[in-house]
């Protein structure tokens, strides 16, 4: 079982920065992904960043060149660089850990932080 816990979400004025950060408690073996996803009121939620234990990261086309993501394998922690945030970046923002064992997939999430970005 792993348990993801996020911080660092708020209110931010548009032009503003944020980091998140989402620790992994638990064993999330040598082989895994970490990412983030975000979720607007009345939208579906959809993957922001993610990062392989490998160090490549995928990143959605909204965000590219304004958000990084950052990972601390020692830690089994990874965190969210956010810049340049506009109101459409409102969102409640969730950590997703996918592990792999004996051939399953696991899929774990947090309990989702709040950015809001306004004015």
């Known amino acids: 079982q792993v348990q993801l816990v996020e911080s660092g979400g708020g209110l931010v004025q548009p032009g503003g920065s944020l980091r998140l950060s989402c620790a992994a408690f638990g064993s999330i073996g040598r082989m895994n992904v970490l990412g983030w996803y975000r979720q607007a009121p009345g939208k579906q939620r959809e993957l922001v960043a993610a990062?392989?234990?490998?160090?490549?990261?995928n990143y959605a086309d909204s965000i590219k060149g304004r958000f990084t993501i950052s990972r601390d394998n020692a830690k089994n922690t990874v965190y969210l660089q956010m810049n340049s945030l506009q109101p459409g970046d409102t969102a409640v923002y969730y950590c997703?850990?996918?592990?792999?064992?004996?051939?399953?997939?696991?899929?774990?999430w947090g309990q989702g932080t709040q950015v809001t970005v306004s004015s």
């Open positions: 990062s392989d234990n490998d160090g490549s990261t």
């Open positions: 997703k850990c996918i592990t792999y064992s004996l051939g399953h997939q696991y899929t774990y």
